[in-house]
């Protein structure tokens, strides 16, 4: 599975930004996003589970993010809304397959000021 992300950039706090990220290959089960910020680890923002049945959000992105796809699970978008600064972060796209093995897009830097 390969992933490419597009999106992101500078934008001012309260803002709005939307990535997207491209699969190709074998079919998978979970699309979602990860980000990093500088000196922490990685962490959850937000999945599509079961073909985008069910969608998780991480607690400080609840009601400011949305993640959506295309019909065939080939594209996911997120869109991010009142971006806030400690948005900031390289933004990290993520496919799991049922085999629980992960794929990862080159990430994309999101930074908000304030």
């Known amino acids: 599975v390969q992933l490419q992300a597009y999106g992101g950039g500078l934008v001012q706090a309260g803002g709005s930004m939307r990535l997207s990220c491209a699969a190709s290959?074998?079919?998978?089960?979970?699309m979602g996003w990860f980000r990093q910020a500088p000196g922490k680890e990685r962490d959850f923002v937000t999945a599509?589970?079961?073909?985008?049945?069910?969608?998780r959000y991480a607690d400080s992105v609840k009601g400011r993010f949305t993640i959506s796809r295309d019909g065939a699970m080939d594209t996911v978008w997120l869109q991010m809304n009142t971006l806030k600064p400690e948005d900031t972060a390289v933004y990290y796209c993520?496919?799991?397959?049922?085999?629980?093995?992960?794929?990862w897009g080159q990430g994309t830097q999101v930074t908000v000021s304030s």
């Open positions: 290959g074998p079919t998978v089960n979970i």
């Open positions: 599509l589970i079961g073909n985008g049945r069910s969608r």
């Open positions: 993520n496919a799991r397959n049922k085999a629980f093995h992960d794929y």
